[in-house]
């Protein structure tokens, strides 16, 4: 049973010192209660309180390292939807490769995996792992492969094989290099377990369901082995989407151990359709790690730009810096445009003006990452706002015109925009940014 505030205080040692970064212990103890806060943080915590705590305090979806250097994180989640509080580490991305396919195949997938780039509001996006899967019977040349992928694609790697012997000699061969060994069965685990313990790896576990998967994972976890991922055994994306729905809700709801870990999952339907459903499903639904079939820049793209929507902090807007900035390449006199620093509006804004074929300067204030509309509601972008932010920046002194645009759907502002800026005349631009093209080249600006 999951331990309230008020029992957890009792536990703690009720001086109010506040180098825990509370004011009181209560306080504190409120926080642990609800994970947001680490028994670590209290410096007096009593060796009670430790064995306690200690265990109910960690996240129900336990946090998992990859890559030399744990430079990939999955798991410690703690919510159910996004909209609860955030979900923590985006489900990573891997592309396979078999020790099968031709030499060129390879070497064209490991430069494509490396080179990668996707730019989206403002972020650049990249693979996150290279999948090996054995398919042929020769141990060395598989093991060969995993080592060149290592090092080609400096991705953390998903080591897959059906025979045990093979996947052991691989772990021992990536030692240290915190690989995903893929996947230990009932019948397989005697072998694994040792591989992934002695050599630094993570142990991914399969079963034909979920009872003996559990069983599994409860034996692993009292043998002292704690690096697992669930590679859940289902047939259709229906029934998986199900099971991994109540896995997650069993350890986040019924703190159920055993099924808190990140999923593995190997998407391959053999078709690009039921690839993407499949992919989507995985994503939208807790996916640790998901391992596509091939390199698909399209396959890709949808599928990053669906985890970047999911994986953003909806308590923390996705905003640009606020300052002048150049599109193209403006001069003094270029057209000045303002906008807010909502990403999405600014590179919207942006992108239209310079597919007008014009330079100009866009003046981004502070909104905190507020659209036009609801930024101007909240009163974080008027015409006093957005005057007092060009004098702070020294647009007067930047551009020698003394015309700014301004969002059609603001056009209210514009009287007392003039006022801030004596001197200056006002312009009101289209409401919508895909008009901002045709008002341009209207206006021959």
Known sequence: MALTGLKIQKLLPKTNCKECGSNTCMAFAMKLAAKKAD??????????????LGAASEPPVKGIALGSGSILKLGEETVLYRHEKTFVHQTALAINIDDTDSADAIDATLRQVREYVLERVGETIRIDMVAVTQKSTDCDSFIALARKAAEVSQRPLVIRSSDPGSLAAAAGALKGQRCVLASATPESIDNLLPAARDNGHILGVTAPDANTLAAMVVKIRDSGFND??????????????????????????????????PHLCFVDTGDPLGDIS???????????????????????????????NIYTDPQKPIQVEPKVY??????????????????LTYFIVSG???????????????????????????????????????KEVGLEKQVDTREIIIPGHVAQISGELEEALPGWSIAVGPPEAADLESYIKSRKI
């Open 326 to 343: 150049p599109i193209g390449d403006p001069e003094p006199s270029s057209p000045v445009f303002v906008t807010t620093n909502f990403s």
């Open 228 to 261: 697992l991922l669930l590679q859940f055994e289902t047939h259709s994306v229906s029934e998986h989407f199900q099971t991994v729905t109540i896995a997650r809700r069993a350890a986040l709801k019924d703190s159920v151990k055993a099924m808190g870990y």
């Open 278 to 308: 499949a992919a989507t499903a995985e994503i939208n639904k807790y996916g640790g790690i998901c391992v596509l079939p091939s390199f698909d820049p399209a396959l890709l793209a949808t599928l990053m730009t669906l985890r970047l």
């Open 352 to 390: 239209e003006i310079e597919n007008s074929g014009t330079s100009a300067w866009l003046v981004v204030p502070e909104c905190e990452g507020m659209s036009v509309l609801t930024a101007w509601a909240a009163g974080k972008f008027s015409g006093a706002t957005i005057g007092k932010f060009c």
């Open 39 to 52: 028994l670590s943080q209290c410096p007096y915590a009593s060796e009670e309180a430790k064995r306690v």
